[in-house]
């Protein structure tokens, strides 16, 4: 068999599969020099698409990354920080210097400290073995932090190369293409090169005669909600802008049912105290008595309980509860990809009940 190689980015040309690297509609290897759906998009539109690859080719590109010099700019989404995390990261990045970008800070109420956000992502950051230059938080499609940033990476990449890595989703292309429509004229047509030595689907953007920004493709966080949900139930569950936080009253022997996705049960609290949620406002948030909880999930699943919906309904894995007991201060209880909850201080039990597969994680209350 006979395998055509992008012109672009280096990948192997296939017709199958549009989220994986190397895609090109059958028309395209009709020409004489084929070259890749999202190198395509690049070179026309001055616009990158994201595409995902498997945990080993995900390494393969990090240690290549490991070996050339230049500025790494690690993209994590806000909403979603441990979720986005990417695991090992540290073990391959070499000597070179870390930016970590916080993106979608629109997402955070107006009433956030993001001074308090930053020294958190710091410590994250060092709990994941990695040492970074700088944190930004900003928010590429609206624009927010976006000046600053840029300035910086210049600033540090001293005339080398960047690499923008980051899981799948976490608006690793939107960033990019502000980056690049901010430094382009809009009649200026950006060109794409092959990058030398890997045919994992680098793609290539010339920053100055000698230095490039390298776009790398995301890796999907397989412990995210997302996927378990059709793409309709995915939309569902994403916040879109400003997310309100919802107050609710609670003690021992109440639940939360977010959707139907997640339970969270108080088993055991010292007093009626108010649990602050923090998912995409459109999500339906229903209270109810642990002792009814079982008989509601049975029986309205879909309707009251939604998402999950029709498409996602065929595949649902079930919710697994798992118990934390908790005592010091104010406490969040991350769902990964969907939100979290902040118990308030003192001592609470609780039992939270998530679809198997799906990280639940506590961390000191960031907001
Ligand atoms: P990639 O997979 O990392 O390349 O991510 P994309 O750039 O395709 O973005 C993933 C999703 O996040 C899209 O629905 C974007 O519209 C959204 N997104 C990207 N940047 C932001 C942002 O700053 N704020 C918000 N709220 N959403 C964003």
């Not at 609290?269 to 642990?290: M, Q, S, W």
């Not at 969040?332 to 609470?348: K, M």
Request: with cysteine; glycine share 8%; net charge negative.
């Amino acid at each position: 068999m006979e395998y055509i190689i992008c012109q672009g980015c280096g990948a192997t040309i296939q017709t199958e599969d549009e989220t994986k690297a190397g895609y090109a509609p059958k028309s395209a290897l009709e020409r004489e020099e084929v070259i890749c759906k999202r190198c395509f998009r690049l070179k026309h539109y001055n616009e990158v698409q994201d595409v995902d690859m498997d945990a080993d080719d995900f390494l393969n590109m990090l240690h290549e990354i490991g070996h050339h010099d230049g500025l790494i700019v690690y993209i994590v989404d806000l909403f979603d920080v441990h979720g986005s995390f990417i695991q090992g990261l540290h073990r391959f990045v070499g000597r070179n210097p870390i930016v970590l970008v916080g993106n979608k800070v629109d997402l955070l109420p107006k009433s956030t400290n993001l001074n308090k956000i930053k020294h958190w992502m710091f410590r994250v950051a060092k709990d994941f073995g990695l040492k970074v230059k700088d944190i930004h938080l900003v928010s590429a499609d609206k624009g927010i932090g976006m000046k600053e940033t840029a300035f910086d990476l210049e600033r540090f990449r001293q005339g080398k190369d960047t690499f923008v890595v980051g899981s799948t989703n976490v608006g690793k292309s939107t960033f990019i293409n502000y980056l690049i429509q901010h430094s382009t004229d809009e009649e200026e047509v950006i060109t794409t090169s092959y990058f030398p030595g890997t045919t994992l689907g680098f793609i290539d953007i010339p920053l100055d005669e000698t230095s490039s920004m390298i776009d790398t493709p995301g890796i999907i966080n397989h412990h995210q909600m997302a996927h378990y949900l059709s793409d309709k139930d995915l939309k569902a569950i994403t916040p879109k802008k400003e997310v309100k936080p919802r107050v609710f009253q609670l003690t021992e022997g109440q639940t939360l049912y977010i959707g139907g996705l997640v339970r969270f049960d108080i088993d055991v609290a010292d007093e009626k105290n108010g649990y602050v949620c923090y998912f995409a406002n459109e999500l339906n948030i229903h209270r109810t008595k642990r002792v009814k909880a079982d008989e509601l999930y049975e029986n309205h699943l879909g309707e009251l309980l939604s998402p999950p919906t029709d498409e996602t309904l065929k595949n649902w894995p079930g919710l697994e509860q798992e118990s934390f007991r908790i005592n010091g201060g104010k406490t969040d209880v991350v769902f990964s990809g969907l939100g979290w909850i902040t118990i308030p201080e003192g001592t609470t039990s609780i039992t939270v009940h998530a679809p198997k597969g799906v990280k639940v994680m506590l961390r000191e209350a960031i907001i």
